[in-house]
């Protein structure tokens, strides 16, 4: 694999409060392009979608769901989202309409749900209409608990199965390093998990009928992963998830295999820099198809079909929060699940928490500014001179 970094001027990635910056030409390998602002002070966005008519939906982490409509943010939140714990890596997560919204109406969302024993990941849907969310109903609750790492992202096969994501929670184990929660399939520490849109777990799941392992797991052995998608050619899920100091990883998921987590791994404790793996390979334990030393804290993810970039074709895309950068990653084309090279398309724009491709074949991020209103951008492609 091969990394390249472009650099860019910082002063042209200070987005917030500053909307000439944010107009100023950007280089790299293959494409220069713009970075102009779509939907100013919010506070932490988290998720972006679109539904048929245009409207651009916008998670805030806080709680609430917002409408970019004629490309205008909406003042009131959207009525009928439930309650979220909002604290710490708490809050409101993804935002997913259904494959048939345009029938249906049927919005999905993610977020830490309240429970008895603090919070855990939930996944509801509920009908969208009038800019209201109503007939609210659980989808998914997974049986876990802890001080944070929820995953949360949601993805949509070609069949119609919902995936979604849970972190490990932050479980931590001392000794056996099997014994942690994230490879204990009875619960849902650090897995992801395959469901029918109203939540019924698939007869064709990988752990049905297995005494001891929660049927809706698809995979397991995570700590937190932020990014989740389905390839729509190939129909293959891909993931990437947090590493601790070190080790991000993105991976190629198949049914009932174990991702290793914390038994192997390319991370070391925060802090300390002390080891928290026994290797960085195990038996019946997955390699990441790719990995991040030191992390960029990975967060959305996507692969990008439009034709705004042409030369990007292909390439997947993931946000840095750490890294407050844009990471472009190019498959093998004669080696399929191996990516070849790195590019670094941004340095200091903000903690990405999202990114998208628009219906109209831009790139969009949902980026979080600590010190200001935080904002959704696109990246626009400026003909090379």
Known sequence: MIRTAVACAAAGWLLAGNPTAAQEVQRSAHHDFRTVTVADGLDVPWSIAWLPDGDMLVTERPGRLRIVRDGT?????????????????????????????????????????????????????????????????????????????????????????????????????????TAHPAQDPSNHHGVTVRLHDDGRVPDDNPFVGQDGVLPEIWSYGHRNPQGLL??????????????????????????????????????????????????????????????????????????????????????????????????????????????????TLAYGIGRVRDVRQGPDGYIYLAVEHRDGPSQVVRLEPVARR
Do not use: C
């Open 230 to 343: 389905v390839h729509p050619d190939t129909g293959d899920l891909w993931a990437h998830e947090h590493g601790p100091q070190g080790g991000d990883e993105l991976n190629l998921i198949r049914p009932a295999l174990n991702y290793g987590w914390p038994v192997v791994g390319y991370g070391v404790n925060y802090r300390s820099g002390t080891a928290i793996h026994a290797a960085t390979l195990g038996e019946g334990m997955e390699s990441p198809v790719h990995f991040w030393v030191p992390s960029i804290a990975t967060s959305g993810l996507m692969l990008y079909t439009g034709d705004r970039f042409p030369a990007w074709k292909g390439s997947f895309f993931v946000g840095g929060m750490s890294g407050r950068q844009l990471a472009r990653l190019t498959p093998s084309v004669d080696e399929p699940g191996r990516i070849e090279l790195e590019e």
């Open 73 to 177: 943010l909406l003042p009131d939140p959207v009525p009928g989202v439930p309650e979220v714990v909002a604290r710490g890596q708490g809050g409101l997560f993804e935002v997913l309409p259904h494959p048939d919204f345009a029938a249906n109406r049927l919005l999905y969302l993610s977020y830490a749900r309240p429970t008895a024993e603090g919070s855990t990941t939930a996944v509801i849907r509920g009908r969208f209409e009038d800019d209201r969310l109503t007939g609210v109903e659980d989808v998914f609750v997974a049986q876990s608990r802890g001080g944070g790492h929820y995953g949360g992202r949601l993805a949509w096969d070609r069949d119609g199965y919902l995936f979604a994501s849970v972190g490990d929670r932050m479980a931590r184990t001392r000794g056996d390093l």
